[in-house]
């Protein structure tokens, strides 16, 4: 499903302003939209970066703050996604090869085998693997 640019739009410009004002800003770029593309995402940004300058410059402590704590939140969560990761590639890295499905001391004493080491076993004796390369 592809979005229309003017729902992207209307989502940027709600995100630092009200969803009403983004609805009318967006409603007044499509009538012009006639200009093509490249003018409609740069009027969405200058819009953007006006309705963000105007709420830095009334409230400068909350967009500091607001900035800080996302700041925080990024990197907290870097860090745990990057201790999983490492977590896993070291889990990889320290795994133990898998033991045989089958030894060749229980292959000779009659224990019953799993279809797996039978079929290893079958294709072994018979080579059948060389007849399907």
Not at 16 to 35: D, I, T, Y
Not at 65 to 84: D, E, K, N, Q, T
Request: proline share 3%; aromatic share 8%.
């Amino acid at each position: 499903m592809r979005l229309r640019k003017a729902d992207v739009a209307e989502t940027l410009l709600s995100l630092v302003g009200s969803v009403e004002r983004a609805r009318s800003f967006v409603g007044h770029l499509v009538e012009e939209c006639e200009r093509g593309g490249v003018w409609f995402w740069r009027w969405v940004t200058r819009l953007w970066l006006a309705v963000l300058g105007r709420d830095l410059l009334s409230a400068p402590l909350a967009m500091a703050i607001s900035c800080v704590g996302a700041w925080f939140l990024y990197m907290l969560l870097s860090a745990v996604l990057a201790r999983a990761g490492h977590a896993s590639e070291n889990a990889l890295r320290n795994r133990q090869p898998r033991p045989h499905l089958i030894s060749e001391s229980a292959a000779n004493s009659g224990e019953p085998r799993s279809r797996r080491a039978m079929g290893t076993a079958f294709i072994a004796e018979t080579g059948v693997a060389a007849d399907l390369r």
